[in-house]
């Protein structure tokens, strides 16, 4: 099959080099010149494990292209993926300018009849309208919607892809349904065939439940701080319950990146426009928002006032083998540290170099571990990248004025934390005041 992927995103390249991998000849279309060349040299503009080796060998084989010329694609093409970003207005709701415009320069190029695939998390409707749009702007020629919602996680995008749970195809044409499936089929992963309106409905409401899995244990954590028990052995006896299930149930700082939280204010307020309340997702959101400055409130109750602390950052994308900030937690700390006069020093092994665009320039980032903690007052750590999770404990105690650590993401035992001069701070866990 001839295949056209609008966007070089985490969502569009991935299925673009995952569809060229099962076989498809694949041409990836992006506006941005620069990106496109360093995607031709088999460089990833995102970081995401596994992407490049599959990038370079499906080039290499001839199946993956990249350019900026999206009308000689869209012209080639059998089908057609768009996998824009659609960001959120500030009300919430979903922005489709880019969508729109996909639409605009598919419709202008296309010859032959062809079927347009949404990857693109979408307002309930939007494939609907798209499917109007196409009908105006290009009678001359069939276009066929189909919803195809994705649900990969970043930092393990390129497995989930190969191994997911399902393929979600929702289409009012049999055959064009049938034409995507068979694309899809080699992945030998269940496919769910359904209506428009239920697909797009299916990405919304899994991202909000999976939110409100986290943000009833973190709850729950809040719970057991103050009553005595620990919220890991809490999560482990909840998941035994096959009813429950054990994922999403561990305690932190709450959800970030590109997703869950687009995702769940753009259903609220889809839920609003249809005069429909959603209590229930709007406490997800408010309990999110306030743990986030979980550590905030720890690090003020240990040391009463933070004005000349020095606070070591680790971790700054919103979770590991990402270099994602989008909504990461390492902003919203950043900045009301800052507020209260301390010195931040951050580090992070992948994402420094977005993390300096976006976070306050006062921020001072670290070259290594060590250096980020060197004679500092406390250390938070926000994002659960194994390099802290395997860190010798020593090296607290050895380079820290007072190894006080703030863990965000539960990434000590407990047991091994006693072992040591430190005092210790996590999610729903018992606090460790090990200092003299």
């Not at 939110?211 to 709850?219: G, L, T, Y």
């Not at 743990?291 to 409130?297: A, D, H, M, P």
């Not at 670290?366 to 250096?371: C, G, S, Y």
Request: glycine share 6%; net charge negative; proline share 3%.
């Amino acid at each position: 099959m001839n295949i056209a992927v609008v966007g070089t995103g985490y969502v569009g390249l991935v299925t673009g080099v995952a569809l060229a991998h099962i076989g498809h000849r694949v041409t990836c279309v992006d506006v941005d010149q620069e990106k496109v060349d360093c995607l031709r040299q088999g460089i990833s503009p995102i970081y995401e494990p596994g992407i490049e080796p599959l990038m370079k060998e499906n080039m290499e084989a001839g199946r993956l292209f990249f350019t900026t010329d999206g009308a000689s694609a869209f012209r080639e093409a059998d089908v057609i993926y768009v996998a824009v970003g659609t960001p959120e207005n500030e009300d919430g709701s979903a922005n489709l300018t880019y969508l729109r415009q996909a639409v605009k320069d598919i419709a202008s190029a296309v010859t032959k009849d062809v079927i347009v695939v949404t990857k693109s998390t979408v307002p309930i409707g939007t494939n609907h309208e798209m499917k109007r749009m196409f009908a105006e702007l290009a009678p001359h020629v069939r276009i066929e919607v189909v919803s195809n919602p994705e649900f990969l996680r970043e930092g393990s995008a390129i497995h989930d892809t190969f191994h997911g749970d399902r393929i979600v195809i929702g289409a009012d044409d049999e055959q064009a349904a049938a034409v995507v499936a068979d694309i899809h089929r080699p992945f030998g992963i269940p496919i769910f065939q359904t209506d428009i309106r239920s697909a797009e409905m299916i990405k919304y409401a899994s991202n909000a439940f999976l939110a409100a899995k986290i943000s009833f244990i973190n709850e729950i954590a809040n719970i057991c701080e103050k009553v005595g028990a620990d919220v890991e052995q809490v999560a482990a006896g909840m998941g035994m319950d096959a009813r429950i299930g054990s994922s999403f149930l561990r305690a932190g700082i709450g959800y970030g990146g590109s997703c869950f939280p687009k995702d769940t204010k753009a259903l609220a307020k889809i839920a609003a426009n249809i005069d429909h309340h959603f209590e229930l997702l709007k406490a997800v959101i408010e309990v999110n928002n306030k743990q986030q400055r979980k550590l905030i409130e720890k690090a003020k109750e240990r040391f009463g006032r933070l004005a000349g602390k020095r606070v070591a950052l680790l971790g700054l994308s919103f979770k590991p083998n990402t270099d994602d900030m989008r909504e990461a937690a390492s902003l919203v700390v950043a900045r009301e540290l800052l507020a209260e006069q301390a010195i931040v020093v951050a580090y992070d092994p992948i994402a420094m170099g977005k993390a300096a665009h976006v976070l306050p320039k006062e921020v001072i980032y670290a070259d290594r571990v060590e250096q980020a903690l060197e004679r500092a007052d406390a250390a938070m750590i926000l994002t659960e990248w194994d390099e802290f999770r395997q860190l010798d404990l020593s090296v607290y105690v050895n380079k820290m004025k007072t190894p006080i650590i703030f863990d965000g993401r539960n990434c000590y035992a407990l047991d091994d934390v006693a072992c040591y001069p430190i005092e210790y701070y996590s999610i729903g866990r018992k606090s460790i005041t090990n200092i003299k």
